[in-house]
């Protein structure tokens, strides 16, 4: 054997917040483990920078404490980062209709009220409960929705928020794959709302207590979270600025052929995870058959821009909720704004404001296209009139382009799925995460990563 060859445990390919939560629970074993990454630094999307008096992210900007996994994280890692829970403002949200900023309504009088949705569909959502259940699984979210809530529910409260989250299309969008939580609340209980109800009412042992549901970011932003991962699993287990990285089964277990800084090495490792996109597969895995790799690749990415505005004398629309989200029907060159420093803090100057804009999504990608100039005067028209500015003039403006930013679970997610587990099958030891299956969320991610170091710990 060559001698010059590294010996590993385990190896887990991206150093985003997925391979980071795996190898932090990877290294509570003795296991020897190296994580490799093509960047220069570790936290994948997740980077927080600071600019002319603004903290702001240039990937995700919030989470979810979704699943038990994320409260218990922060717990262990408490001496080196400290979870911050956004304001009670982030419950109101605007929805835009005619222009004009709707708070969307959060209980029964408020959703009597409001403009957003027609009188037919109000009065329609009276006999939801006794509605019987969709028997397509394969359903669109757009389907679903109609069938259940009606369409001024689809178009002023389902869409905004898909685009909020997936910057999707619910035409497209498969609730069982993409939502299995409402998927879940007709199929188990047979309606949204006597699910949503029965469930508030079931009682829940402590785990299950952690899953507030409440909004989080990081005090100081989300790369203290992916540099306080970094320091628990151990700086001398990463290998940044990883190129050319092939992975091919060898005797039961896998060489792993890698350049570093231009340098090629060579790595034989009992378990290999996979954490990067869909897309980078083929490369890293030559040796699985074509056809099943195509069932991978064939993920559709939505392209977006993020844009990050700072302003340090705040003269426009009340910044008093979470933010605003924009419906498709609204034909708006935006998606939506986030009111960043109004849910989290020291994130703008006193008497300032941080938002962030996003543009493109998969209803219009054209607009990903469009140069830095174009989008400076799309960005400017748009938020001096949506937001209420007489003069558009910010100390801070920055766009960063994500072309492989959110992953549409459609109607071919089952098949890759299940191509997924035929593949872990065939090769023992081959584990396959990534956002490609188990959610887009933050709390997706972290959970997936200890789903994915119990696998390795438990064989």
């Known amino acids: 054997m060559n001698n010059n060859i590294e010996q590993l445990d385990v190896a887990i390919i991206g150093a985003g917040l997925t391979g980071l939560a795996a ?5 509570k074993s003795d296991k020897k483990i190296a994580i490799f990454e093509k960047q220069d630094r570790c936290g994948g999307v997740i980077n927080t920078a600071t600019q002319n008096g603004f903290t702001f992210e240039e990937g995700p900007n919030t989470g979810i404490v979704g699943t038990p996994e994320v409260a218990d994280l922060f717990e262990e890692l408490k001496d080196l980062c400290e979870l911050e829970i956004a304001n009670d403002e982030v419950d109101k949200r605007y929805i835009l209709k005619d222009s004009k900023w709707e708070a969307l309504p959060s209980g029964l009088i408020a959703g009597i009220k409001t403009p957003l949705f027609s009188l037919k569909d109000k009065f329609r959502l009276l006999g939801e409960p006794f509605r019987p259940k969709g028997k397509n699984p394969h359903e669109s979210l757009a389907e679903l929705v109609k069938r259940r809530l009606g369409q001024s529910l ?45 469930k508030k009412f079931e009682k829940k042992d402590k785990e299950a207590k952690k899953a507030t549901r409440k909004v989080f970011s990081t005090k100081g932003g989300l790369s203290s979270l992916t540099n306080a991962l970094y320091k628990s699993v151990g700086e001398n287990n990463f290998y940044f600025n990883s190129n050319q990285l ?3 089964p060898e005797n039961g277990k ?30 890293i895995l030559p040796f699985i058959d074509g056809n099943e790799i195509k069932k991978l690749t064939s993920l559709y990415y939505a392209r977006v821009i993020e844009v990050i505005l700072g302003f340090e004398n705040w003269k426009g629309f009340p910044l008093d909720g979470f933010g605003g989200l924009i419906p498709h029907k609204e034909k708006r060159d ?16 006193k008497n300032g404001a941080l938002l962030t804009l996003f543009i493109g999504g998969v209803r219009r990608d054209e607009l990903v296209d469009l140069s830095d100039e174009e989008i400076i005067r799309l960005v400017e028209r748009e938020v001096k009139e949506l937001m209420q500015l007489d003069e558009f003039s910010p100390e801070l403006f920055k766009i960063i382009r994500h072309n492989k930013a959110i992953p549409q679970y459609g109607v071919d997610s089952g098949e890759r799925f299940e191509t997924i587990y035929h593949l872990e099958s ?6 396959l995460g990534g956002n490609m299956r188990n959610g ?17 710990l438990n064989k």
């Open 23 to 27: 190898a932090h629970y990877v290294r």
């Open 154 to 198: 689809l178009d002023y409260a389902i869409d905004p928020f898909i685009l909020g989250v997936y910057s999707g299309d619910p035409s497209i969008l498969v609730p069982k794959y993409a939502l299995p939580k409402l998927y879940n609340l007709e199929q188990n209980y047979g309606s949204f709302i006597g699910g949503a109800i029965k």
């Open 426 to 431: 065939k090769y023992p030891g081959l584990i």
């Open 334 to 349: 935006v998606l939506g704004v986030l009111f960043l420093s109004t849910l989290l803090k020291n994130r703008a100057p």
């Open 254 to 283: 896998y060489h792993i052929s890698v350049s570093i800084d231009g340098e090629t090495k060579e790595f034989i490792a009992n378990d290999v995870i996979t954490t990067t996109g869909a897309f980078a597969l083929p490369e």
């Open 246 to 248: 092939v992975v091919k």
């Open 440 to 456: 887009i969320g933050m709390a997706d991610r972290i959970t997936q990563g200890k789903q994915m170091a119990n696998r390795v």
